[in-house]
């Protein structure tokens, strides 16, 4: 079956940086688009950005824009998100998703940024 497991979330404080990563099973990874969202206390699941399934088409949300990274190694099944210049307002449990045909979600991993 299709799992997706986050992981690398952690306490940063502002200006930090970190490094999610994602690692997926039961379906032909290199065929999908893979996306992350984030969830913070109180509002609504949003998009954070979106990577092609080889990797060469990427796109964000205005909020994280210059500052997040997505790439993928197809070879391991496993996409990232580099997260610089970290603010509180960043502060959400990430997930990652696989949102072609059927949508799965990965459990999360929270990222609190902090001083």
């Known amino acids: 079956q299709v799992q997706l497991v986050e992981s690398g979330g952690g306490l940063v404080q502002p200006g930090g940086s970190l490094r999610l990563s994602c690692v997926a099973s039961?379906?032909?990874?290199?065929?999908?688009?893979m996306y992350w969202y984030r969830q913070a206390p109180g509002k609504e699941r949003e998009f954070i950005a979106l990577?092609?399934?080889?990797?060469?088409?990427?796109n964000y949300a205005e909020a994280v824009k210059g500052r997040f990274t997505i790439s993928r190694d197809n070879a391991k099944n496993t996409v990232f998100l580099q997260m610089n210049s970290l603010k509180p307002e960043d502060t959400a449990v990430y997930y990652c998703?696989?949102?072609?045909?059927?949508?799965?979600w990965g459990q999360g991993t929270q990222v609190t940024v902090s001083s």
């Open positions: 039961g379906f032909t990874f290199s065929n999908y688009p």
């Open positions: 998703s696989r949102r072609l045909g059927a949508v799965f």
């Open positions: 990577i092609s399934s080889g990797g060469g088409a990427t």
